[in-house]
């Protein structure tokens, strides 16, 4: 049985156990946690929950081997609440246990009762591994929290803990994507070893900080060292061409990832090539290349599209990817926000309101525009218009001086970008974008931290036109940089202006 489960047979792992089941031979403990690892393998939550309820019947249910396998397969199958609760009733538990539950959490999607339970893990007594360490930067990097990040790696420094290739890139990772690229460089160079994810991680996180040159030349570099580069790799080099505006470099790229490494291009590569004409003002090119692509293009390819036409103002092609976007996904407020945006830039007011108007009709609404700040460790979340954090009197004082401040610096809100019509409701829309998360967030931090300290805040969604305007205006009226990740990339505003030349 178990040799089924370690030769990726898990159907014959589970009809062997079943077949015991019914001889007169009874599993113990030792089958069944074969069983459940192949379960595990498999994602067959309804056979790991009949094998659950045989190890509750039958006394098996206390052993630690078998409730860690359990929890195992559930966290896998994405049944995380049901791990906890076995988590929970364990008398006594492992450093196995605790990483299974911390790296099921963050699989889940919920990073910060990934970290809270590594706190708990420590008044227990209990340290951790390499294994917990990959789990919980990988909640930083989902979070942005640098802080936290910086404090792990203390940690793993501290306990002495083994900086493998793959702790090493996830360390690489964290650091790149969390704002600290001349940290996660300097890793870099330390590691003894680096593999093809690790050259990846370091080019893609030039990449998404705007360092695209640089970024290319470590991927030159990393075929100096004879690491053949994979698809993921190329991502990141299509992705540093399109923000250092190396058009014809990423076009020759492009075209060298089947005719030199034999990778034939994904839907992602073609997206990144949209992107990357788009950015350039070259939008027929880009239209053509969706036109031609071997593949049903998907919503990111069209979005980037028309995300481009709205950066060129071209309207016609915006009508004519929208409508591709809206047959696929008829659903996705990006589209109808973008498109209404992309009206009112034209100030075709009627076509933006019918746009909002059918959004209603559909019953969809916007996504939920969220921001996060990390001060001393701690992380401090804001929506829009939000008024639930314990210093929101404070905060909106603080928005109040920062409006005054800003229009007398020469600060005039882009309502295009608002959903109403202007015309008729322009002391709305100036509320609206002034309530915005990262300006909430924003307006948290000199609450928040000594004078001259960087702000850094992470949103979910792209930050739009008005915001990228306000942060640079605040970066110098408040002498702070400013360091702000949305949903694609890193802005950095210091002095007034924006490090990458407002290129978005």
Request: hydrophobic share 40%; with cysteine.
């Amino acid at each position: 049985m178990g040799a089924y489960t370690q030769w990726d047979e898990p159907a014959e792992a589970v009809e062997l156990f079943d077949r015991m089941l019914t001889s007169d031979v009874k599993p113990n403990e030792i089958p069944l946690v074969n069983v459940l690892g192949a379960c595990a393998k498999a994602r067959d939550l309804e056979t790991a929950k009949r094998l659950h309820n045989y190890a509750h019947e039958n006394g098996f249910e206390s052993h630690v081997a078998v409730s860690t396998a359990l929890m195992d397969v559930y966290c896998k199958c994405g049944c995380v609440s049901l791990a906890r609760d076995l988590f929970n009733n364990m008398p006594k538990k492992n450093l196995f246990c605790w990483n299974i539950m911390i790296n099921g959490h963050v699989e889940d999607g919920d990073y910060e009762e990934a970290l809270l339970l590594f706190r708990e893990m420590q008044l227990k007594g209990e340290k951790g591994d390499k294994v917990t360490m990959v789990s919980l930067l990988l909640a930083c990097i989902y979070l942005g929290a640098l802080g936290l990040g910086k404090w792990l790696h203390a940690y793993v420094q501290k306990e002495n803990i083994e900086v493998d290739v793959t702790l090493g890139t996830t360390l690489v990772d964290m650091y790149a994507k969390c704002g600290g690229i001349e940290s996660a460089l300097q890793i870099f160079q330390e590691l003894p070893e680096k593999d093809v994810m690790t050259w990846t991680a370091l080019i893609t996180g030039l990449a998404m900080n705007r360092e695209g040159e640089m970024a290319l030349k470590y991927f030159h570099e990393m075929q100096i060292n004879g690491v053949k580069p994979d698809a993921v790799t190329f991502i990141g080099v299509l992705v540093a061409c399109s923000h250092a505006g190396l058009i014809d470099e990423g076009i020759t790229h492009f075209k060298s990832m089947s005719s030199r490494y034999g990778i034939q291009p994904s839907v992602e590569h073609y997206g990144c090539m949209v992107d990357l004409l788009g950015r350039a003002g070259r939008i027929a090119e880009a239209e053509e290349l969706v036109r031609e692509m071997p593949m049903a293009p998907d919503r990111f390819v069209l979005g980037g599209l028309l995300r481009a036409c709205r950066i060129h103002g071209n309207l016609e092609v915006a009508e004519r990817a929208a409508q591709q976007l809206l047959e696929l996904d008829p659903e996705n407020e990006g589209t109808y926000m973008l498109l209404s945006i992309i009206y009112s830039s034209f100030k075709k007011w009627k076509e933006a309101k019918r746009i909002r108007q059918l959004m209603e009709e559909r019953n969809i609404s916007e996504p939920i525009d969220c921001s996060r700040i990390e001060i001393n460790g701690f992380l401090h979340e804001f929506v829009k218009n939000d008024s639930c954090h314990p210093e929101t009197t404070k905060i909106y004082q603080m928005l109040d001086d920062m409006n005054i401040k800003l229009k007398k610096a020469g600060y005039a809100p882009e309502k295009s970008e608002v959903l109403l019509d202007t015309d008729e409701e322009g002391d709305n829309n100036e509320t609206e974008l002034g309530l915005h998360s990262e300006k909430l967030a924003i307006a948290f931090g000199p609450l928040s931290t000594t004078p001259g300290t960087p702000i850094r805040v992470v949103k979910n969604l792209r930050v739009c036109t008005d915001c990228h305007t306000a942060m640079k205006l605040i970066s110098k009226v408040y002498n702070r940089e400013i360091v702000l990740r949305d949903r694609n990339r890193f802005h950095r505003f210091k002095d007034g202006s924006c490090s990458y030349n407002d290129f978005w």
